[in-house]
Structure formats: C-alpha cells, structure tokens
C-alpha cells in the first residue's frame, strides 16, 4: 500500500531529464499547466478532487538514502547529480482549484511555477493523483445525480484495481456526494461515515432464513437492513424480513435504520412488490435498498421505472468508472522565464487536432456566474495579470468558432477566481478542508450547474472561452510558428 514518501514515484524520463537539467545548468523557471481535454462519461464537468494528496506528496518529497543507492544502482546517475537529489526540496509555487469544484476541459486545475528541475519531477505523480480522484469523483458525482436524493453507499472496495484505488476511490465518491462508504479505511484515514449490510453469507451460514435476520436484528437493531434475495426475495427474504420487523414492533424495539437489500432481479418490479407487502405490514418507511451492478443510467432507468427503492449500493462500476477508465489529465509546458527581462515569455505546443493545442502563457481562470440565478454563465481562462471590472459590458467568445459570441451586460455578472495559491516559494500555504467539507462544497458547486448540463445523455456544453489577450498571444505564437514553417523546405504529397 501507498507508502509517505512518493519521490520515486515518477516515470524514469523526468529524472534523466532532471540530470541532463543539472549537467546543463539553468535555473530557469518555468510554469507547467495540469488539465484534461474531455469530460468524463460522456457528461458536460468532472469534479477536480485529489488535491490534499498532492500536497502531502509535495511535503514528503525528498530522496531517502535508499532512494539515492538504488538510483546508484541504475548506472544512469553521476555522483554530483545524485548528491544535488539528496538535498532536493521543492521551492516554487502551486496554485491549484479546490476540490469538489466542478471544473471543464483545458481549463489549468493546477499550475507549477519553479525551477525547470523541480517542476518536471512533479509531472508524473500529481497526474496519477488528479487523474484517479477526479475521474472516480466525476463518476460518482453523475451516479449521485441520478438517485435524485437517495443515499448512494460506496461498496467498490472489492472491486477497485487494487488498495489504493478502493482507499482514494472511496474519498473522492464521498467528496462527490456519496453518504458513506464500506472501505473501513477510508473511513478511518479521512474521517467519513461507513456504512453496510450483510453478505449472503451471513444468511447461508444459518439453518435458515428466518434465523439469520432475527439474530442480526438483535445485534444491530437500530441499523437492520436485511438481504432479501439468498432464496426467493417475494416469497422468503421479505416474508422473513416483516417477520422479524413485527417482532421487534411487539417487543417495543425503535425501528430507526430498518429495511431490505435486493441485489438481484428485476429490481423495479421486486422493489414495488417489496414495498406494498411492507406497507400493508404497516412498514410504509421501511428502507428499500438496491444493488447489483448500478451505475448512473441504471439507476436513471429504474428511477423512470418507478421502483420503489430509496437507498443504492454502488460498487463496481463507480469505483473503476467502468465505461471510461483514465481521466486524461496532463501536464505542459506553459511559459519560461527569460533570466534578462525576468519575465514569463509564452509557450505553445503544436497539433494537427486543433483541440490539442495548448494554451499559452502564465494563466488564471475567472467563473463568471449570473448574478440572478447563480448559475454558472462561462469560464474565462485568461493572463494571470488581467483585471475585471464587473460593472462592464464583457463579450466573450468560443475560442476555435470565434465567431460565436456572448455579450454579458456589465452589473449582472459576478466573477470568481478559481485558482488559489497552495505553495509559495516551496512554503504551503493552504489548508485542506476535511472530506466532509468537501463534501458540502462540492454539492453548493453542483448547484452551480444547469440541470442541463447535469443531464446523462447529451448534456449542454459550459462555455470555456479565452480572454481577448489570451486568445490574440495564441494566435500570435501560431502565426509566427506557422510562419517559419512555411519556410520549410517540405514535400508535400
Ligand atoms: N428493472 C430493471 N431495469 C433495468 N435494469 C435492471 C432492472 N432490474 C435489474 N436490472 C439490472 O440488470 C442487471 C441484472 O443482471 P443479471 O440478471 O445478470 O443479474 P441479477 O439479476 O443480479 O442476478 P444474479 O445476482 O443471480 O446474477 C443488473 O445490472 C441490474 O442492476
Ligand atoms: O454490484 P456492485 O455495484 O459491484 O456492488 C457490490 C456488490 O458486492 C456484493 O456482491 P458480492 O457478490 O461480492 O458479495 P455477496 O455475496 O455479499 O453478494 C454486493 O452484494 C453487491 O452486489
Ligand atoms: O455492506 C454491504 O451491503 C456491502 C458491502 C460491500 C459490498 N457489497 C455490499
């Protein structure tokens, strides 16, 4: 399992990079920009979640003296090199958006400003962080948006690629929005509630039934959901269920948490059937909980179909995000110092998919809401130097179509920064809200969305635009590099 120190947790270039960097000195800073080209699932936003890793990961990076033999051991690195690593500590700034904030594509979740060294060491680990929490957190915020209201548990654990995954799958599902998880750990390390039922196991280790659910009932009466379908859920389980919950009435036991678990079948027609048999017993606010393979459009589906259950087990589909597995965050080169003037000179990466290019520059992001409705209106990714005045008329434009335009009258918009400092000179600066916090953030962010762009299938666009500045730099840098290509002498076919 996951270890403190993550220095060498980095893919093997970053540190032949890092060496040709030492041997080549330049103490040149540079700014490296993380963002994602493409929403997850299908859907219109991602819930940007795995911060409070990342900086741990910052704070504990330092090259033990085991690290430093078994790089030895590689033959790759000189001793001058491996003495610099022995004394490395990260001294630039981070700025980064909170987690739980819904975010969109190519907008900069988090920016690196340091020495070209230290930055590219960064690259690989902050990825694998961001990447995992905010994919599983934009999963389980859709399958939480389909339950409409109900509690959705986290049961992955079992399911998850390994330890890690089930244990910061589980955080980021809870900061999305889920009640509670079954990871026991999870719920140790960050403080969250953990929740369950029983197995099928439980009722198949007891001569019967009936047996099964009175001896748990005893042991856990104030939270007595009760696995329905080990026989025949209609004609055994929830008999047996009622059963034991009229025992308890008669015996004067508060039934507070109490209920069923269907995990298989038709589970619309079981849950209504379940339902009218506990009602007539006079269980009308009896739990009808449901699992067996759900996920967000399973869950849309029995909701259309009114089935009659009001708390969902999700595992294995939320806790791999099944039907898109990587988030698809990178990490790139925005902007290097020039050591004479001191200042930030833009960067651009080339592609033929016009989506691929990057943006340039020492960057910041404004979410401009409606001042009426909250809503979020557009994001406005522009220079970190740029000023607003919200009292005047702003026109803002889609950046490849630019010809699509919105004018947003000035005084009815609100605009918020969305990146925060988190480490200034390699000092942290920033407090981690708890899980919980997070949690109730993350949901004040999804109310920020339309229901439009909430929806599963074909969701509305949020309009990610460039500043004026922003958008006349890039255009500047491609001219110009389009221009010296033109001078290529090239084949064309
Ligand atoms: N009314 C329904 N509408 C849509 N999907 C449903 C409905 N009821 C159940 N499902 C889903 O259909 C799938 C049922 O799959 P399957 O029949 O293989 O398993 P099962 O009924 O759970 O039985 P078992 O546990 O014995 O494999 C599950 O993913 C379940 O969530
Ligand atoms: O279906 P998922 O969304 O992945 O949710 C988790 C599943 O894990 C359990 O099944 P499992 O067969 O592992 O154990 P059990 O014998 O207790 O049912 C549980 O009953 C759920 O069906
Ligand atoms: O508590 C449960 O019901 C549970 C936990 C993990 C997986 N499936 C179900």
């Not at 691929?356 to 001042?371: A, D, M």
């Not at 500043?467 to 064309?492: A, C, H, I, P, V």
């Amino acid at each position: 399992m996951r270890a403190n120190n993550l220095t060498l947790l980095t893919d093997y270039y970053e540190l032949t990079m890092m060496q040709g960097y030492f041997k080549n000195p330049t103490d040149q800073s540079v700014i490296f920009d993380v963002f994602y080209r493409n929403n997850p699932c299908g859907g219109a936003y991602a819930i940007n979640c795995g911060l409070e890793q990342v900086i741990e990961y910052i704070e504990n990076l330092t090259f033990s003296s085991d690290d430093i033999e078994y790089l030895r051991s590689l033959h790759t690195f000189d001793e001058d090199f491996l003495e610099y690593l022995s004394d490395f500590h990260f001294s630039g700034d981070i700025y980064a958006i909170p987690e739980g904030t819904v975010v969109f594509p190519h907008e900069p979740l988090l920016k690196v400003i340091a020495p070209v060294i230290e930055a590219q060491l960064l690259e690989t680990a902050i990825l694998n962080i961001i990447n995992h929490q905010s994919l599983i957190a934009t999963k389980a915020s859709r399958v939480v948006h389909a339950a409409r209201g109900d509690g959705i548990m986290e049961f992955g654990l079992r399911r998850a690629q390994g330890p890690d995954a089930g244990i910061f799958g589980a955080r980021a599902a809870i900061i999305a929005g889920c009640i509670g998880t079954s990871n026991v750990l999870t719920g140790q390390m960050f403080d969250v509630p953990v929740l369950g039922t029983h197995a099928h196991s439980w009722i198949m280790s007891f001569p019967d039934e009936y047996t099964a659910f009175k001896t748990y009932a005893k042991l856990y009466p104030d939270a007595c959901i009760l696995l329905v379908d080990t026989y025949d859920t209609l004609k055994s389980g929830v008999p047996n269920a009622i059963r034991v919950f009229e025992e308890m009435r008669e015996e004067g036991i508060p039934l507070t948490r109490y209920g069923i678990r269907l995990d298989s079948g038709d589970l619309a027609y079981l849950s209504k059937e379940a339902y009218k048999m506990l009602a007539a017993a006079g269980f009308d606010d009896a739990v009808i909980s449901a699992s067996s393979d759900l996920d967000e459009y399973l869950i849309d589906s029995l909701k259309a179909q009114d089935a009659k259950i009001n708390s969902w087990g999700v595992g294995t589909n939320l806790i791999t995000c099944n039907d898109n597995p990587a988030f698809g965050g990178v990490y790139k080169l925005a902007a290097i110092k020039d050591k004479d003037s001191n200042e930030f000179i833009p960067k651009i990466k080339l592609s033929e998919n016009t989506e691929k290019v990057t943006n340039p520059g020492n960057k910041t992001i404004y979410r401009i809401y409606n001042k009426s409705t909250g809503k979020i209106k557009a994001d406005l990714i522009c220079l970190a130097d740029e000023t607003f005045d919200e009292s005047e008329t702003m026109v803002i434009f889609d950046p490849i179509d630019t010809w699509k335009k919105t004018r947003v009258l000035g005084g009815t918009y609100i605009m918020r920064e969305l990146l925060t400092p988190i480490f200034l000179n390699g000092k942290k600066v920033y407090h981690s809200p708890s899980v919980m916090e997070l949690q109730a953030y993350c949901r004040q962010e999804m109310d920020t969305l339309w229901e439009e762009s909430k929806r599963l299938i074909n969701p509305h666009e949020v309009y990610v635009d460039l500043s004026q500045k922003l958008y006349d730099l890039k255009t500047r840098l491609l001219d110009e590099m389009g221009s010296e290509n033109l001078y290529d002498d090239q084949e064309f076919f």
